[in-house]
C-alpha cells in the first residue's frame, strides 16, 4: 500500500478512514477541516526562509521525478531544501524543511497551528522513520510552529514569530511504533469486505471524520449526536452502553437542556415562551436602539503593526438603528478597502455612527465587546467613545440561551443561524441561502482576505455581496428584537395596550 505523510496521519486516526477513502470516496462529506488549515500554505511559504536560501523541490505528479530531484540537490555538501522527497517500500514523504550538513540532517515539520498536537509527532515520527531506513543519518526532528503571542512590529521577525519545537527523542522512541503502524496498515486494506470498525472518539479527534454519516448510517435519524452541546465523550460513552435513540435517551439521566430539544422534537410540542422573563430583558432596552454586528478576519502571519497571529481583525460593520419608539428603521455600514489596515477607520467610523449613551445591542456580545475593547486599547483617543459604547450593550441572545424563548425548529441550539429561521421560517428575505456569494461569516472572511486579488469590477460585486450579508445579519437582530417586543405588546394589549407594529 502506497502511504504519504497525510495518509499515514490519517490512519493514526482510524484505518478504516483510509480504506474508506480507498472504496467508497464518495461517501466522503465536507468538513471544516483543520487538517487542512494546520498546513496553511501561506505558513510553509514563509517557514522556509527561517533558515536562509533553500532549495525548492518542485512539485511534480510523478513523485520519482521529486525523488531524482531530491537526490541531485543532496549531492551537495551543506544545502537546505524544502520539499526534499523520499520514498522507503511505499512510504512516501515530502520534508517541510531538510537542512544537510555534510552527513547529518535535520528534519523540520512546518504547522501554521498554535501548539503542537499529538498527531504532528506522528507525522514527524513517520518522515523520520522514512529517512532513517533509507540510511540517512537525522539527528534532528523538529516541529516548526506559530507563536501566538509574537506581536508584529514594523518589521516581520520570523524568529520571533515560528516556535521551533525539538522532539528528536520522541521520534527517535517511536521507531517501532511507526513501523508496526505501516505493517497494520498494509494488513488492513487488504480487506474485501467493509470493515467492521465501530465509531469513537476518533471520529471526532484529532479531526472530524468525513466519514461520519456513513459510519452512523445504522443509526436512527433522531440520534444522540444530534443532541446540542453534549460533549462528544458523554455521547460515544452512551452510545456505546447501546443508548442512542431519542426514547432510550429520554429513560436515561441526562441533564434537562439534552431532554427538553429531544422532547420536543419526539413529541412536536409547541413553542415554549416564558413572557415574564422576555419581558423582563425588553424592559432592560431603551431607545433609541442600535442593532451592531461586526465580521473579522484573521491573518496567520501578521501583516499590520501590533497584530498578533490569528488575531480578529475587524473588517467590516453593519448598524440597523431606531430613534424612538415607532421610529424608523435606519441603516449605516463600514467596509474597508481591501489590503491596509481597516482597524483605524473602522474604529473612528463607529464612533461617528453610534453616538455615546446609547443601548447597543449584539447578538452573542462577547463577541463584539471583545473586538471593541481591543480597539478601545489601541486607539486612546477613542477609547472612551468606544467603551462607552462597550458598557451600554446588550446582548439580544440571551432569551434564547436561557430557553426563555424555544422551538423544536431550534434543535438545541441558540445560535442565530437556527434561531432565525425558526422564528421566520418562510420569511425569504431572512434566508441566508438567498444571498449571493456570501452565507456566512466564514465566506464573509475569506471573499475579505481575498478582495485585494480581484479587479475593480469583480471588487464592486464582491464587496456589495459583502455588505448585503452583513446587513441581513443585523437585519434578522431587528426582526427578532421586533417579534419578542411584539409578544410582550400582544400580552399587554390584553391589559388595553395598543399594538405597536415596526415601521421600516
Ligand atoms: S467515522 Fe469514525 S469509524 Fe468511520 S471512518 Fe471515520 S473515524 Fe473511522
Do not use: A, S
Given at each position: 500500500m502506497y502511504l504519504s505523510k497525510s495518509l499515514y496521519c490519517e490512519c493514526v486516526q482510524c484505518n478504516k478512514m483510509l480504506w474508506l477513502n480507498k472504496h467508497?470516496?464518495?461517501?466522503k462529506q465536507e468538513v471544516a477541516n483543520s487538517s487542512v488549515l494546520d498546513n496553511g500554505t501561506e505558513v510553509g511559504i514563509l517557514a522556509k526562509n527561517l533558515f536562509g536560501p533553500s532549495i525548492d523541490i518542485d512539485f511534480n505528479q510523478d513523485l520519482n521525478k521529486m525523488i531524482e530531484d531530491t537526490k541531485k540537490e543532496l549531492t551537495k555538501e551543506k544545502v537546505i531544501i524544502t520539499e526534499a522527497s523520499f520514498n522507503y517500500n511505499n512510504n512516501f514523504c515530502s520534508v517541510d524543511i531538510l537542512k544537510k550538513d555534510n552527513n547529518s540532517y535535520e528534519l523540520y515539520e512546518v504547522k501554521s497551528s498554535t501548539e503542537v498536537k499529538d498527531i504532528y509527532l506522528h507525522d514527524a515520527s513517520y518522515q523520520y522513520y522514512v529517512l532513517t531506513k533509507l540510511g540517512l543519518n537525522v539527528t534532528k526532528v523538529s516541529i516548526v510552529y506559530i507563536n501566538s503571542e509574537y506581536v508584529r512590529e514594523e518589521e516581520l521577525e520570523l524568529d520571533k514569530l515560528f516556535i521551533i519545537k525539538d522532539i528528536t527523542d520522541i521520534a527517535i522512541s517511536k521507531l517501532k511504533e511507526v513501523e508496526n503502524k505501516i505493517k497494520e496498515i498494509n494488513k488492513y486494506m487488504?480487506?474485501?469486505?467493509?470493515?467492521k470498525d465501530d465509531i469513537g472518539m476518533h471520529c471526532v479527534k484529532p479531526y472530524d471524520c468525513p466519514f461520519f454519516k456513513y459510519c452512523t448510517k445504522?443509526?436512527?435519524?433522531?440520534?444522540?449526536?444530534?443532541?446540542?452541546?453534549?460533549?462528544n465523550r458523554s455521547k460515544f460513552k452512551l452510545y456505546h452502553e447501546g443508548i442512542y435513540d431519542y426514547n432510550n435517551l429520554l429513560k436515561t439521566k441526562i441533564n434537562n437542556k439534552y431532554k427538553e430539544q429531544i422532547e420536543y422534537e419526539l413529541y412536536d410540542k409547541e413553542p415554549k415562551i416564558n413572557i415574564d422573563k422576555i419581558k423582563e430583558f425588553i424592559s432592560t432596552l431603551s431607545y433609541p436602539l442600535y442593532f451592531l454586528d461586526f465580521e473579522t478576519y484573521q491573518q496567520s502571519?501578521?501583516?499590520?503593526?501590533g497584530i498578533k497571529p490569528y488575531e480578529q481583525i475587524p473588517f467590516q460593520y453593519s448598524l440597523h438603528y431606531i430613534e424612538k419608539e415607532n421610529g424608523k428603521l435606519l441603516h449605516k455600514e463600514f467596509l474597508s478597502a481591501p489590503n491596509?489596515?481597516?482597524?483605524r477607520s473602522l474604529a473612528e467610523s463607529l464612533v461617528n455612527d453610534i453616538p455615546e449613551n446609547v443601548c447597543t445591542i449584539a447578538y452573542n456580545m462577547m463577541f463584539e465587546k471583545m473586538v471593541i475593547k481591543n480597539l478601545a486599547k489601541i486607539y486612546p483617543d477613542l477609547s472612551n467613545h468606544l467603551m462607552n459604547i462597550y458598557n451600554n450593550m446588550k446582548d439580544l441572545m440571551i432569551p434564547f440561551k436561557d430557553r426563555e424563548y424555544y422551538t423544536k425548529e431550534m434543535y438545541g441550539s441558540y445560535s442565530i443561524k437556527y434561531v432565525l429561521p425558526a422564528l421566520f421560517p418562510n420569511d425569504p428575505s431572512l434566508d441566508?441561502?438567498?444571498?449571493?456569494?456570501?452565507?456566512n461569516g466564514s465566506e464573509a472572511m475569506n471573499t475579505f482576505s481575498n478582495l485585494?486579488?480581484?479587479s475593480i469590477e469583480e471588487q464592486q460585486i464582491v464587496r456589495n455581496n459583502l455588505l448585503r450579508y452583513c446587513e441581513l445579519d443585523t437585519y434578522a437582530m431587528v426582526k427578532i428584537w421586533d417579534k419578542l417586543e411584539n409578544i410582550v405588546k400582544e400580552r399587554s394589549e390584553t391589559n388595553g395596550n395598543r399594538y405597536r407594529k415596526l415601521k421600516k
Open positions: 467508497y470516496p464518495e461517501e487488504e480487506q474485501k469486505i467493509i470493515p445504522h443509526l436512527p435519524e433522531q440520534n444522540i449526536f444530534n443532541i446540542r452541546g453534549m460533549p502571519i501578521p501583516e499590520y503593526i491596509i489596515d481597516p482597524r441566508y441561502h438567498n444571498l449571493e456569494g456570501v452565507h485585494g486579488n480581484l
